[in-house]
T-cell receptor
Framework: SQELEQSPQSLIVQEGKNLTINCTSS?????LYWYKQKYGEGLIFLMM?????EEKSHEKITAKLDEKKQQSSLHITASQPSHAGIYLC???????????FGGGTRVLVKP | DTEVTQTPKHLVMGMTNKKSLKCEQH?????MYWYKQKAKKPPELMFV???????INESVPSRFSPECPNSSLLNLHLHALQPEDSALYLC?????????????FGPGTRLTVT
């Protein structure tokens, strides 16, 4: 089965600083998804990446997909307290829309 | 409307009880999913329904019984659960199951089994 490894597991950043989260897959990536989750709540869809080299942005969040390295990165510019939460990457299997998630990265933004 | 709703928000049940979790979406999505999430762990897929038919059962114990009465509704019937089944149960939907589509998640039901 596909395994996704996220790094770091957690990070604390000062408000206004940038941060990067990485997600590495053990198998070929067909679709890579980024979600954000507040504690005990549902997942909020951020972005989906499908093609190698694809890069998408939403507000101050940018995600890239490196198909050859089977890796994606999520970058937040000028972090705000509203960016705090758990960021999860998820990936499709070859058989379609069956998501496997990485372990998550817990982000805390200090004012 | 990109909302998936789940009820109840919290549920406490004894090991001999029978209860149901409900999930609803009105986005016209034809695939619906149940995930289980333990504390500090990522969600794990339990079931997938595609066009109202059970498509995937990830070897879930029979004390969990899913049901899809129509394309907008997804239920999870619970019976004789164990304390280790306590978790956040998340419902999601997507346009289709066969290709890469974003899944929209509900807020979850936090289940405690006593």
């Amino acid at each position: 089965s596909q395994e996704l490894e996220q790094s770091p597991q957690s990070l604390i950043v000062q408000e206004g600083k940038n941060l990067t989260i990485n997600c590495t897959s053990s198998k070929t990536l067909y679709g890579l998804y980024w979600y954000k989750q507040k504690y005990g709540e549902g997942l909020i869809f951020l972005m989906m990446l499908q093609k190698g080299g694809e890069e998408k942005s939403h507000e101050k969040i940018t995600a890239k997909l490196d198909e050859k390295k089977q890796q994606s990165s999520l970058h937040i510019t000028a972090s705000q307290p509203s960016h705090a939460g758990i960021y999860l990457c998820g990936a499709d299997g070859a058989a379609g829309n069956k998501l496997t998630f990485g372990g998550g990265t817990r982000v805390l933004v200090k004012p | 409307d990109t909302e998936v709703t789940q009820t109840p928000k919290h549920l406490v049940m004894g090991m001999t009880n029978k209860k149901s979790l409900k999930c609803e979406q009105h986005m016209g999505h034809r695939a619906m999913y149940w995930y289980k999430q333990k504390a500090k762990k990522p969600p794990e897929l339990m079931f997938v329904y595609s066009y109202e038919k059970l498509s995937i059962n990830e070897s879930v114990p029979s004390r969990f019984s899913p049901e899809c009465p129509n394309s907008s509704l997804l239920n999870l019937h619970l019976h004789a659960l164990q304390p280790e089944d306590s978790a956040l149960y998340l419902c999601a939907s997507s346009q289709d199951e066969t290709d890469s589509y974003e899944q929209y998640f509900g807020p979850g039901t936090r289940l405690t089994v006593t």
